[in-house]
T-cell receptor, first 111, second 114 residues
Framework: GQNIDQPTEMTATEGAIVQINCTYQ??????LFWYQQHAGEAPTFLSYNVLDGLEEKGRFSSFLSRSKGYSYLLLKELQMKDSASYLC????????????FGGGTRVLVKP | NAGVTQTPKFRILKIGQSMTLQCTQDMNHNYMYWYRQDPGMGLKLIYY???????DKGEVPNGYNVSRSTTEDFPLRLELAAPSQTSVYFC?????????????FGPGTRLLVL
């Protein structure tokens, strides 16, 4: 089966940088997704990595190392509205190319 | 486009009752999914569909049923509600472009079984 680990909770200060790590064990890796979920709302797509390296999208960047089974989501210039849960999800051929989600990391941004 | 819509937003059921959670998407996506999310947890896949007339079990299908008679609709049926089914249910649909499949989620249905 799939195994995805990410920290439960992180706290950071407005304007700072936070890095959310995600490690995974899977067979037939076929892409890693990051989703943002505000409390009481649906998840929304943030980023996708399938090749090693860094993908940058404005204040958000996502990194992948397939050999290490590791990804991180980097949030820069934190704003209060970034307080949310961040879900790491892995797509794998062993799971029929369906997404398997981690438990999510709740990020609290303080003034 | 309305995207992915779900009804109802919130429902309280008694143990043993049945209900159908509705999900509709107007983006002409072939793939549709049902997930449940327990408090403070990630999403668990219940059922999915790769097109009209085709459905398959996900990670946690017990106690649920689905049908996909049209591309747009993917209802989830609970036949005998149990307290363990208290959760938030999200429907999602997806398309594939350049090998990247992006899922779009509905607003969720909050279900409480007492």
């Amino acid at each position: 089966g799939q195994n995805i680990d990410q920290p439960t909770e992180m706290t950071a200060t407005e304007g700072a940088i936070v890095q959310i790590n995600c490690t995974y064990q899977t067979s037939g890796f076929n892409g890693l997704f990051w989703y943002q979920q505000h409390a009481g709302e649906a998840p929304t797509f943030l980023s996708y990595n399938v090749l090693d390296g860094l993908e940058e999208k404005g204040r958000f960047s996502s990194f992948l190392s397939r050999s290490k089974g590791y990804s991180y989501l980097l949030l820069k210039e934190l704003q209060m509205k970034d307080s949310a849960s961040y879900l790491c999800a892995v797509r794998a051929r062993a799971a029929g190319n369906k997404l398997t989600f981690g438990g999510g990391t709740r990020v609290l941004v303080k003034p | 486009n309305a995207g992915v819509t779900q009804t109802p937003k919130f429902r309280i059921l008694k143990i043993g009752q049945s209900m159908t959670l509705q999900c509709t998407q107007d983006m002409n996506h072939n793939y549709m999914y049902w997930y449940r999310q327990d408090p403070g947890m990630g999403l668990k896949l219940i059922y999915y569909s790769v097109g009209a007339g085709i459905t398959d079990k996900g990670e946690v299908p017990n106690g649920y049923n689905v049908s996909r008679s049209t591309t747009e609709d993917f209802p989830l049926r609970l036949e005998l509600a149990a307290p363990s089914q208290t959760s938030v249910y999200f429907c999602a649909s997806s398309y594939s472009r350049g090998g990247v499949e992006t899922q779009y989620f509905g607003p969720g249905t909050r279900l409480l079984v007492l």
